[in-house]
């Protein structure tokens, strides 16, 4: 089950998600996942956007460690930042450098430590 709302303007738009899933394997009690995200992405300049997300996962994830681009410690609460900006250099072509950063509540004395990624993402269209 989820729920998604956006507010779409010309120079800017914002919108937030939240979503809850239960997930079962066999006769095995069903483990409940809860994630809440806001997002938001302005225009600087005709050729320069800067964009931001933030999701909180209210519950682990125990199949958090198997994500192969980027991993979470199944055993806390955890939180995503992702932010950027997005240049046009020239039609058709977009430079987006980011930075993704995930840090934890602690859980029962232990607390993950951050993780944080650098990317840098070329788009082309033709």
């Keep these: 089950m989820q729920g998604f ?62 994500t192969p681009y980027l991993p979470f410690a199944s055993s806390a609460k955890s939180n995503f930042v992702v932010a950027g900006v997005d240049f046009k250099p020239i039609e058709g072509v977009h430079l987006i450098p980011n930075l993704e ?9 232990v607390k993950p430590d951050t993780d944080v990624v650098g990317r840098l993402t070329i788009y082309y269209s033709f």
């Design 101 to 109: 950063t995930v840090f934890y509540d602690g859980a029962n004395g």
């Design 5 to 66: 709302a956006v507010c779409d303007q010309k120079r800017y738009w914002v919108g937030v998600q939240v979503t809850q899933q239960t997930r079962k394997q066999g006769s095995a009690k069903g483990v409940k996942l809860e994630i809440a995200s806001g997002f938001a992405s302005g225009k600087l300049t005709e050729k320069t956007s800067v964009f931001g997300r933030f999701d909180r996962m209210f519950d682990p994830n125990p199949d958090g460690d198997k």
